[in-house]
């Protein structure tokens, strides 16, 4: 059986008509997919393997009509026979998310709600539902997975306390109000600026929709508007949605104000969502940037409430609900180890100011974030508060990047780790590492820190610095009580190490 090299490899020259001379891992989203900048004989492309045969089919079929259609998507080049490989057109690097706060943004936005209203209406003409996945409408059913998700995953593992048959009602009142919106257009259902890609010719190109279906357009709207990482403004808000009102008319009849209506209503249904999804990542995964999105998530839901954009709701206990849990901060709760397969928070009693967004058991008070990064996508970000800590540059270590047979392995591959350790100077290096740190480690232990950064950097965030980081987590994790966040950031990769007893 061919490993996915192999299939990507032979898939590309078949494509190309010449052999592939260079291939480069990408960085990860939030979904299993993998992702590799491939190229050779002048042509270019991005490599895909997604181990869902359904979900790369929907994707491979709605790019397949959008493009058809006109609708800006990458082209599919081609897939391999095993359904789990496909080439697709290579859009760069470039969100439009990195280019929020350029002068650029405006029109760029405005580009996107327009093409958003062009591939809702016209960009699936000829689509057969059948091959959404993992459902073909947006139904009573996927209304609530996803209110349940908010239950299960943000309720229960916050520990806030509810009443269940009062929640129940709230819940079956607004699948109703959302069931009355028409469902007949395309619903993107991840609609956000980091799956709108910008060109260098400035047109935006989008990706990311196979989770896409048959369902209401307001959906995607709100999913833009109030996403919560973005943090529009009122007046961006309402200038987006005007835009894309316009350009919808153009193309169906539409009530103005009962769409706005809609949009709100499912702005309200989405941030209980992404409560939800924040409550798995961040609570029970341990992923702090999650943690980091609540306190904005529930300050969205509270500002719809308070500026009465959700009166014509029949949905008062959910209100109580957000209301009386304002003020919860996740940034303020540390992780205790129950004994159980699940985690929960409990509050902080201490008075300790200092890396409030750690997740710190019982066993120790210091958190040690250790990352990995690449240079060429800027130093990583320290979230808790505390100005960040040691960057080591690994850059003078040979890179096993400039070997063919590497391309696609990281630092965490056998192959990689015995080349480092017998082609390079990595154990003196870390040998270095390790004794200064060792040294802040025992003297935060002593003051009673909670917060610790130790990042590693090279060129491309994959080979030598991810080494250098998982060496140093373990390290750490055997010589000091403390609780270790292992992050690899270009491969998205997370992982939590609590202190040993």
């Known amino acids: ?27 990860q989203a939030g979904s299993n997919r993998r992702y590799f900048r491939i190229s050779g004989g002048g042509k270019q492309a991005v490599a895909t393997y997604g181990n869902s045969l359904p979900e790369n089919k929907a994707f491979v079929e709605i790019a397949r009509v959008c493009a058809h259609n006109g609708v800006p998507v990458p082209a599919i080049y081609a897939v391999a026979t095993d359904g789990l490989h496909y080439l697709q057109e290579d859009l760069g690097d470039t969100s439009l998310y990195s280019l929020l706060n350029t002068p650029e943004a405006p029109a760029l936005l405005q580009q996107a709600m327009e093409q958003l209203a062009f591939m809702q209406v016209k960009g699936l003409q000829g689509f057969d539902y059948a091959c959404c996945y993992p459902a073909e409408h947006f139904d009573r059913r996927s209304i609530f997975w996803d209110l349940n998700y908010f239950k299960y995953n943000f309720l229960k593992l916050t520990k806030i306390d509810f009443d269940e048959k009062r929640l129940e009602d709230d819940f079956e009142t607004l699948a ?12 993107y259902r991840d609609f956000q600026s980091r799956n709108v890609m910008v060109t260098p010719d400035g047109k935006v190109r989008f990706i990311d929709f196979q989770g896409g279906r048959c369902g209401p357009p307001a959906y995607d709207v709100a999913s833009f508007l109030f996403q919560a990482r973005a943090n529009f403004d009122d007046n961006t808000r309402a200038t987006l949605l005007r835009h894309y009102l316009n350009a919808l008319e153009k193309l169906t009849n539409v009530d103005r104000q009962a769409f706005t209506r809609q949009v709100y209503t499912f702005a309200f249904f989405k941030g209980l969502q992404n409560l939800g999804t924040y409550g ?17 998530a529930l300050a969205n839901l509270r500002t719809l409430i308070d500026e009465h954009k959700l009166d014509h709701l029949s949905t008062g206990y959910l209100f109580e609900l957000i209301n009386n849990n ?15 397969e699940t985690d929960c928070f409990v509050p902080r009693n201490d008075g300790a100011d200092e890396a409030n967004s750690s997740l710190i058991t019982h066993h120790s008070s210091l958190l040690i974030t250790v990352s990995s990064f690449s240079y060429k996508e800027g130093y ?6 505390n100005g960040g800590g040691f960057v080591f540059d690994c850059r003078g270590i040979n890179n096993p990047g400039r070997r063919p047979d590497f391309s696609m392995l990281t630092g965490r591959d056998k192959a990689v780790m015995d080349y480092l350790e017998t082609s390079s100077r990595v154990g003196e290096f870390l040998q270095h590492v390790f004794d200064t740190l060792d040294i802040s480690v025992g003297n935060y232990i002593e003051r009673g820190f909670t917060s ?40 998205g990769i997370e992982q939590f190490i609590p202190a040993a007893t």
Request: some cysteine.
């Open 176 to 187: 109703g109000t959302l069931l009355q919106a028409d469902g007949s257009f395309f619903m």
């Open 452 to 491: 610790l950064s130790v990042a590693f950097g090279c060129t491309g965030g994959q080979h030598r610095s991810v080494y250098c980081a998982e060496q140093t987590a373990h390290y750490l994790s055997k010589k000091h009580a403390v609780n270790i966040r292992l992050v690899h950031r270009e491969q």
């Open 326 to 340: 304002y003020e919860l901060q996740i940034t303020n709760y540390e992780l205790q180890r129950t004994g159980q």
């Open 1 to 27: 059986m061919l490993h996915s090299e192999e299939i990507i490899k032979n898939l590309f020259e078949h494509w190309a008509g010449s052999p592939a001379e260079n291939i480069m891992a990408l960085p």
């Open 280 to 296: 798995y990542r961040g609570l029970f995964e341990h992923k702090a940037l999650f943690l980091q999105s609540i306190p904005q």
């Open 380 to 385: 990583p970000i320290d979230y808790s508060g």
